[in-house]
């Protein structure tokens, strides 16, 4: 584990350490240069403590391609993943990442109250996903062509992003009676969709 003392990890900080297969990251980590991680063919774990302070992307003159944020974890088949915290200046895509082909599980902590662009998408192992009821914000494409069947969103949950689910293998949704916005083609494509489920509101008793 890094040790709280720890703010910032810089470019290239653990690049190319195969033997690594666990990453704990605590909430006194700010900021992570790109490629940090590069390299890491054994990590299959990876853990973002849950905090109040967002994990910043601080990228360097020398990353390549500068604006994607999957080469932290380019070469490593994390299965795993938890991230307690909003993500800021990370951009991700389906492209990039071994990662996106190895994740079956993910779970979203309390402290993450948007799940960030594309964050997931291409992900098509990954069949489970739990949330915080913090989760107030899905942007674009976070769960496009995943392998996700059923879905139990957050209580408290505001805004399901554009195509957030497009191309998925989702067969039952439940949506909270506290989402105000579903995105254009969120749900598209869902071949195998067979109930949503739209929470009623319950109006105050008079």
Known sequence: AIPN???????SAFEGCAGLTEVFIPNSVVEI?????????GLKLLHIEDGSES???????????????????MDSPIEYMYIGRNLKNFTFSYDFGQWRKTLKKA?????MTTITKSLFDG?????????????????YGVFHSTALTDVTLPNGLISIGRASFTS??????????????VGVNA????AYL???????????SA
């Open 194 to 204: 067979k109930s949503v489920y739209m929470e009623a509101v319950i109006p105050p």
């Open 33 to 41: 240069g790109s490629h940090a991680f590069y390299g890491c063919t």
């Open 5 to 11: 003392s720890v703010t910032n990890i810089e470019y």
């Open 107 to 111: 779970k979203i902590g309390k402290g």
């Open 55 to 73: 994990l910043n992307c601080v990228l360097s003159d020398n990353s390549y391609p500068s604006h994607y944020a999957d080469y932290f974890f």
């Open 168 to 181: 998925s293998k989702l067969e039952n949704v439940k949506i909270p009676c506290s989402v105000t916005n």
């Open 123 to 139: 992900c098509y192992n990954l069949s489970s996903v739990e949330f915080s009821n913090n989760v107030k914000f899905m942007e």
């Open 187 to 190: 749900f598209s494509d869902c």
